[in-house]
């Protein structure tokens, strides 16, 4: 008797199940597109003729217009260090102090010897111009006193690069020594950037460069300050592109001090591209299919008839057309998920 009413039980739940799925399936019919309907009703929408003007956008990279590695010219120990980390310097300004000491003793005896062999210069040449003395001693009093003053300029030129400054204007953002630390020529001590001014380096497709000039203005924005908007200048464009066909290009641009920017932030480059030339429009709900393979539905003595077309320039929402189109036809911008090539239909809007 129990096995009797589990084999019942079991029995209804089955039952239960396919019920459950068949009202599900129904559902789902219902619910998904007819693609048997004998006529879809569609919105059409004329091509455009219009300024084939548009935009290229780009995604780039903020970097200094100015920037330097601050070394040492001389070995030596540092005795003052004059900068933190985030300071700001002008140019010129003195951000460490080597030991000076052996420097100015090195300067003054160099002093000392150029001031006697001056003295005995002018004291030959004036015996030479009396007659007692030769050209032979003139030239030799000449030349050991030409050494010795170009020696005390170089010893002044040693001295002067126990002073390490900079050479641009900026914030200090490295500080690689501390005060007591002993350099050899050529060591960074510190890193300054001039963010002043600001530049963005692109890499800008064959298919693109060509458009792109020199001196051209372009509009820069950033998600940083949402609705605020730059101005930059194309500075540089590459001559040489990569094995890719990329072309290196740097915009120019000053920093605000309202909404200041910092080296390192992403920021979107577009550039407006003016011409003369008048292109065929269409709008961007029209398309089937992708940018690369792109095909229109054409209302045609009441059919939807697929055409394959290709695409130029992007204007907002409105695509070029540059071949596979003549400019009097009706597109279709709406109902597309509903047909198939020569699929009969009802224009709905006039």
């Given at each position: 008797m129990k096995k009797i009413i589990i084999i019942i039980i079991v029995a209804a739940i089955a039952v239960f199940a396919v019920?459950?799925?068949?009202?599900?399936?129904?559902?789902?019919?219902?619910?998904s597109v007819d693609l048997n309907l004998k006529e879809v009703s569609v919105s059409v929408a004329d091509i455009t003729k219009q300024n084939a003007s548009f935009a290229l956008n780009f995604t780039g990279t903020l970097y200094p217009v100015k920037?330097?590695?601050?070394?040492?010219?001389?070995?030596?120990?540092?005795?003052?260090?004059?900068?933190?980390?985030?300071?700001?310097?002008?140019?010129?300004?003195?951000?460490?102090?080597?030991?000076?000491?052996?420097?100015?003793?090195?300067?003054?005896?160099?002093?000392?010897?150029?001031e006697k062999l001056e003295n005995d210069f002018k004291r030959i040449q004036n015996l030479f111009?009396?007659?007692?003395?030769s050209q032979?001693?003139?030239?030799?009093?000449?030349?050991?006193?030409?050494?010795?003053?170009?020696?005390m300029n170089e010893a002044e030129k040693q001295l002067s690069y126990t002073k390490i400054?900079?050479?641009?204007?900026?914030?200090?953002?490295?500080?690689n020594v501390e005060e007591g630390t002993y350099v050899k020529e050529g060591s960074t001590i510190a890193k300054i950037v001039d963010i002043s001014r600001l530049k963005v380096k692109l890499n800008?497709?064959?298919?693109?460069?060509?458009?792109?000039?020199?001196?051209?203005?372009?509009?820069?924005?950033?998600?940083?300050?949402?609705?605020?908007?730059?101005?930059?200048?194309?500075?540089?464009i590459s001559p040489d592109g990569d094995d890719s066909h990329n072309y290196p290009v740097e915009i120019e641009m000053p920093n605000n001090s309202k909404n200041p920017l910092k080296s390192g932030t992403f920021v979107n480059v577009k550039v407006n591209i003016a011409t003369e030339r008048e292109g065929l429009f269409i709008p961007r709900t029209a398309l089937t299919g992708s940018i690369k393979d792109a095909k229109v539905y054409v209302a045609n003595n009441n059919k939807a008839?697929?055409?394959?077309?290709v695409i130029g320039n992007e204007a907002g929402d409105m695509l070029e057309v540059t071949d596979g189109l003549k400019g009097q036809e009706k597109i279709i911008v709406s109902g597309q998920v509903n047909l198939t090539n020569n699929k009969p239909i009802r224009i709905i809007n006039n």
């Open positions: 019920l459950k799925l068949k009202s599900s399936r129904d559902k789902n019919t219902t619910q920037e330097l590695d601050i070394p040492t010219e001389i070995n030596g120990r540092i005795s003052s260090l004059n900068f933190e980390l985030g300071q700001s310097f002008p140019r010129g300004g003195v951000i460490a102090n080597l030991d000076d000491r052996t420097k100015k003793l090195t300067l003054e005896n160099a002093r000392i010897d150029a111009n009396g007659g007692t003395s032979q001693e003139l030239d030799y009093a000449r030349f050991a006193y030409e050494t010795a003053k170009n020696k400054t900079t050479s641009i204007a900026g914030t200090i953002t490295a500080k800008v497709s064959e298919s693109n460069i060509y458009f792109l000039k020199k001196g051209s203005k372009v509009k820069i924005t950033t998600d940083v300050y949402p609705g605020v908007e730059f101005e930059g200048i194309v500075k540089y008839v697929l055409q394959k077309i």
